[in-house]
C-alpha cells in the first residue's frame, strides 16, 4: 500500500514526459521491410566498393506520415571508425514496389528538400519547425 504515491507520481511523469516531447511516430520496418532498406543501402552508390564487413546498418524506420519513405543510419565497426565516417540515409519507395532506394545519404540535413517536413520528422522524430532548416524545405 505504501509503494502506491510512488507508483502514481512515475506514472505521471512518464505521462508527462510522453506529452511533451517529440512525437516518434515512425515504425520499425517488418523483417521484410528491413532486409529491403539494407539491401537498398547497401547497393547504394554512396557505399561501392566498401566491404560490407566495414560498416553496419541500424536505426531503420519506416515513416508512418507516409509509408512511401523510410529511413536507416550507416555506422562504422569499431576497427573502422578512424577511416570511415558514419551517414544517415533517406530511402522512398515507388509506387507499386517492394523495392526501397536511397535517394540521400549524408550527415547534415538529409531528406531536406526532397522529402516533405511532416516524414522528415516523423522519421527523425522532431517537431516539423526542427526538421529542416526554412531555407531547406520544400516550397521555400
Not at 23 to 40: E, L
Not at 75 to 104: E, H, I, N
Request: positive net charge; glycine residues 8%; hydrophobic residues 40%.
Amino acid at each position: 500500500m505504501r509503494y502506491k504515491p510512488f507508483v502514481a507520481a512515475a506514472a505521471c511523469v512518464a505521462a508527462c514526459g510522453a506529452i511533451a516531447g517529440p512525437a516518434v511516430a515512425a515504425k520499425h520496418p517488418t523483417a521484410n521491410q528491413t532486409r529491403a532498406i539494407d539491401r537498398a543501402v547497401r547497393g547504394s552508390v554512396e557505399l561501392d566498393g566498401i566491404p560490407t564487413n566495414r560498416y553496419r546498418i541500424v536505426g531503420e524506420r519506416v515513416s508512418t506520415t507516409s509509408r512511401y519513405w523510410a529511413y536507416a543510419q550507416v555506422r562504422p565497426r569499431a576497427r573502422f571508425q578512424d577511416t570511415m565516417d558514419g551517414a544517415d540515409v533517406l530511402l522512398v519507395r515507388p509506387a507499386d514496389s517492394r523495392r526501397w532506394v536511397a535517394v540521400d545519404f549524408g550527415t547534415a540535413l538529409v531528406g531536406c528538400g526532397l522529402a516533405p517536413e511532416s516524414v522528415i520528422a516523423d522519421l527523425r522524430g522532431v517537431s516539423i519547425s526542427q526538421a529542416c532548416p526554412p531555407e531547406e524545405r520544400i516550397g521555400s
